[in-house]
């Protein structure tokens, strides 16, 4: 994760809560009375969150000392201790519930992620997230589909041609788009088209697309079509697939399978923060 922009990110957030002061914490613990708190897995998950925790409680106050015992990726039990963070009681207090928050939201894609994974169990397709992520958090919720296991898709609109439904309407045919793309784009940048027709198919693969996207399509029609596209052509399958069905995408041959839910619904993992008696 990039360190200067995960500083930024929690600066505003911090603000956002903050706004002027803390006003309760401020009154009743002022600036010099320190104490000492732990984070605790309520649920078993697969754990996110170390530069954030790090991060956000030394940015807060660099007097603060913190210590995760659990690594980005690391599957945890109820109960076990996550972390524990001293210093000053107001600062403790004034970042606990941004970094908790960002936590255990990273903590559940984490772990649908590793749900995912472990229900495809298929080495040879990988599991990947898409454009649906909370705004303002993507690089936080495709770091932590990371740590589930899964791999990131384009990071935003700047970085791959993504060429759907919309776009062929607009533009009039898949081959009609490609080329009026690729004879600006420069070399480094792929091209993938969404299709949901055989018809779209070969029209895909004579355009020289560099990735395929089967959306909405059935396992069936996918293992059917998939025969005819050139090695050199990445497939992914897309649309209508969940936690529930994943499993019946397992050998329809595409090299990625895209989940929108890992990010866009996901339930946060639940963790708390306790304070440790001196």
Known sequence: MNTIKLRL???????????DRDVTSELIFGNGKTGSMVFIAKEDGTFCGEQVINTGFRLMDENCQVNVMAQDGDRVKKGQELATI????????????????????????????????????????????????TPGLRMLEKYAVRCGGGYNHRYGLYDAVMIKDNHISFAGSIIGAVETVKSSLGHMVKVEVEIE?????KEAIEAKADCIMFDNRTPEEIAEWIGTVPKGILTEASGGITLENLHSYRNCGVDYI?????????????????VIPE
């Open 9 to 19: 990110l929690l600066e505003q957030f911090f603000i956002e809560d903050i706004g």
């Open 197 to 201: 027709t055989e018809a779209q198919l």
């Open 258 to 274: 895209s989940l929108g839910f890992l990010t866009h619904s996901v339930k946060s993992l639940d963790i708390s923060a306790k």
């Open 86 to 133: 001293s210093g000053p009681i107001s600062a403790l207090l004034k970042a606990e519930r941004v970094v908790l928050n960002l936590v255990q939201r990273m903590s559940g894609i984490a772990t649908k992620t590793h749900q995912a994974v472990s229900v495809l169990d298929n080495g040879k397709t990988r599991i990947c997230d898409t454009r649906k992520t």
